[in-house]
């Protein structure tokens, strides 16, 4: 069968920077293909070089006639008086194309279809542009970074839409579950190189590190060869034979193997000398909202942030994360309530913004003006090269000006600023976007070790898995439930909890009857009988408990300290009831 496409000994280069060497390629019809390489290493060129926007040095690239390509870019670009729907669908008269571009809309959330593109955000111009890729259903779609911009209920929608039926796709992401979900074949980019692995991304992981192995070995071969033949070498005479000769050449060929270099993993950046107090920050029933309370981000949320704590935000766009992570950091104010924040809290922010730095700068003179190195405690420190090198910005990288880094090696450069800071309290707004896998995993490491707090909000899953404890998940409208857990377990307790839900109106609409008769009333169990009798008993304990705390805190008798411990004491109390006596109502009931 003839391929999509066909890339034959591709070679692309900017200025002495190599960027491809002598790569082929073919797309067949339904691969689903996944590129993976550090940041500036040559992805989204080699999407522009198909997409026929980048010229390259050498080799031929072939697509089969009458081909169509689909080409979603980072950055899109649209007429800003143009509607949404005319921007994401060029009308011709096709009543059933309108329709499906009006429920792909829907689906990622651009329901006002009157709106001018002028009026978007960044992130819904991305979606604007993805919906013009998917309506258009090309032979091949070819995908810069997807998922950015989406939340989780988007992403997992794209993952169904783009696994069903026989779709060819050619993507670049840092999503792994994604890339684990949707993708059949693995492409690595590494040393200007290509990799092949044909099948999704866990499979590329096990078989990557199967290569880096063998390569390893392959190594530590050459270079006990190499040190025999250097020996040989010193040893011969000037006046070399033919036969020699031969073997000279050969030598030189494999000081060029022993040479070659494995990327080492890192060593992990632990610091001893990060102190933060008991007191990290208590929300202390904060309410605010937008748009003349139209839009309603927080109501009278309680809550009292734990020390070390590493929590996620998570929830649809729109529904308050960021908002709560800037009335955090004071930088919108609250309608009422406040909150207090530890006096020892050195607040680390990694926002959605672009940095703002000079461009004519060097990589390591913005981190060096910032200091030039952390103490760590114990007599270790790390300096800012070495911290640059960590996050895997190369020496010649880091004497690289700033203008001449791609938009994830900008993106990294920022995570860096903000780390060399030395906060005891990071609070990460989208930290994944534009980053490389690599990096990810990088960063996941260093917040694991990490001695202080976190927050983060980020529609990564695997991502979440790897960082945080527990979640806050906003459901939008002030509605916010805390979670014990990371983002798979708050999923299979929504898929348990629907489950069990659905089951049981099925088993309800199939076995109950039209009329009842006093004989066909359902009875408490034995268990249920036993949860009662405990729930009148925990109920009437909470409501002593209730009283007293009224009483006290209305006596003026009491301490400050006391009056704080019981101000945050009550609301506890309140839910508690709240949750035990909705119980037992529904027993009574039965």
């Known amino acids: ?170 993507m670049v992401t840092h999503d792994r579950f994604f890339l684990d979900r949707v993708c059949n074949v693995i492409i690595e980019i590494d040393n200007a190189k290509i990799y092949n692995y044909r099948g999704n991304y866990a499979y590329y992981l096990e078989k990557r590190q199967e290569r880096i192995d063998n390569t390893r070995a392959e190594i530590e071969r050459a270079n006990n060869l190499y040190r025999r ?21 050969a030598f030189y060929e494999l000081e060029q193997k022993a040479k070659q270099k494995i990327e080492e993993r890192q060593i992990r950046l632990k610091s001893k000398n990060v102190y933060i107090g008991n007191k990290i920050f208590e929300a202390q029933y904060v309410s605010k909202s937008f748009n003349n309370g139209q839009t309603v981000v927080l109501k009278d949320f309680y809550y009292n942030f734990a020390r070390f704590e590493k929590m996620g935000l998570i929830g649809n766009n729109g529904a308050g994360k960021s908002s709560f992570v800037k009335l955090l950091l004071g930088e919108i104010k609250p309608d009422a309530g406040k909150f207090d924040i530890g006096d020892t809290v ?21 981190i060096k003006n910032i200091a030039e190195y952390i103490d760590f405690g114990g007599g270790r420190h790390i300096t800012a090269s070495q911290l640059l090198q960590h996050f895997l910005f190369t020496p010649e990288q880091q004497h690289n000006y700033v203008y001449k880094l791609s938009g994830g090696e900008r993106r990294k450069l920022h995570l860096c600023t903000v780390l060399m800071r030395n906060p005891n309290f990071l609070v990460l707004d989208e930290p994944t976007n534009d980053l490389d896998i690599q990096t990810l995993q990088v960063l996941e490491e260093y917040l694991a070790d990490f001695p202080g707090c976190v927050i983060i909000v980020s529609h990564d899953r695997y ?118 006596s909705t119980r037992w109502l529904e027993l009574s009931c039965i």
């Open 1 to 170: 069968m003839t391929p999509y496409i066909d890339i034959q000994n591709l070679t692309k280069s900017f200025g002495d920077r190599l960027i491809l060497d002598d790569i082929s390629l073919s797309i067949a019809q339904g691969q689903r293909i996944g590129i993976v390489a550090k940041n500036g290493t040559g992805k989204s060129t080699l999407l522009r070089i198909i997409e026929g926007k980048e010229p390259y040095d050498e080799g031929k690239i072939t697509l089969k006639r009458d081909l169509t390509l689909g080409f979603l870019e980072q950055s899109p670009s649209f007429d800003d008086d143009e509607m949404v729907l005319d921007a994401c669908f060029n009308h011709e008269g096709k009543e059933e194309q309108i329709l499906k571009a009006k429920q792909i809309l829907t689906q990622l959330r651009l329901g006002n279809f009157d709106r001018h593109m002028g009026e978007l955000s960044g992130g819904e111009r991305k979606r604007v542009a993805l919906a013009n890729v998917l309506i258009t259903q090309p032979d091949i779609l070819i995908l810069d970074e997807p998922t950015n911009h989406l939340d989780i209920e988007m992403i997992e929608w794209l993952e169904r839409y783009l696994s069903h039926g026989n779709k060819t796709l050619l």
């Open 229 to 249: 033949e250097l020996e040989w070498m010193r040893r011969m005479p000037q006046a070399r034979a033919t036969k020699a000769r031969y073997r000279e050449k």
């Open 346 to 366: 050195r607040f680390g922010y990694f926002s959605q913004d672009e940095m703002k730095t000079n461009p004519e700068q060097k990589v390591i003179d913005v």
């Open 463 to 580: 991502f979440m898995d790897k960082v945080v404890d527990h979640l806050l998940v906003f459901k939008g409208g002030g509605v916010i439930k805390d979670f014990p857990g990371n983002y798979t377990q708050y999923r299979e307790w929504i898929d348990n909890t629907e489950t069990t839900d659905s089951d049981n109106t099925k088993k309800d609409a199939k076995t109950k009857p039209k009329t009842k008769t006093k004989t066909q009333e359902r009875r408490l169990t034995y268990k249920e009988k036993r949860e009662l009798e405990q729930l009148e008993r925990e109920i009437e304990l909470l409501e002593q408990e209730k009283s007293k705390a009224e009483e006290a805190l209305s006596s003026g008798n009491i301490s400050i300290e006391e009056i704080t411990q019981l101000s945050k004491r009550l609301p506890i109390l309140n839910e508690e009831l709240d949750e035990k």
